[in-house]
């Protein structure tokens, strides 16, 4: 069975930093993109940034661009969302999703339909 799991989420003040996790279980993310999603109370989820694992590219939403990376980790199968700079803004539920990726293709984080494995969400919160 193909697990994605979250961890991470935390209470925060702004201008500090945070580091999420996904973690794979059941299958190798090599073949993968990954995307990151997040969805505020009495918002839409947001799209925030993705990566290709087998090409190690990523893109990134203009909300989080600058602020954000997303890697892999090496020593787990894994990929993390290092989130510099917090706002208020940030405060969501974030999501992790993956889907095989097409060969030669770049990854997408604007369409979460083509995502078919998902986390259950980490909160984090960022407020004085």
Known sequence: ????????????Q????????????????????IAWFR????????????????YKMARYGPSVSGRFTISRDDA????????????????AVYYCAAHVAD????????DAARYLYWGQGTQVTVSS
């Not at 999420?20 to 993310?29: D, E, H, I, K, Y």
């Open 76 to 91: 787990k199968n894994a990929v993390s969302l290092q989130m510099n700079s917090l706002k208020p803004d940030d405060t």
């Open 39 to 54: 969805q505020a109370p009495g918002k839409e989820r947001e799209g925030i940034g993705c990566i290709n694992l087998r």
């Open 103 to 110: 060969p030669g293709s770049v990854c997408t984080y604007q």
């Open 14 to 33: 702004p201008g500090d930093s945070l580091r999420l996790s996904c973690a794979a279980a059941g299958f190798t993310l090599d073949l993968y993109n």
């Open 1 to 12: 069975q193909l697990q994605l799991v979250e961890s991470g989420g935390d209470f925060v």
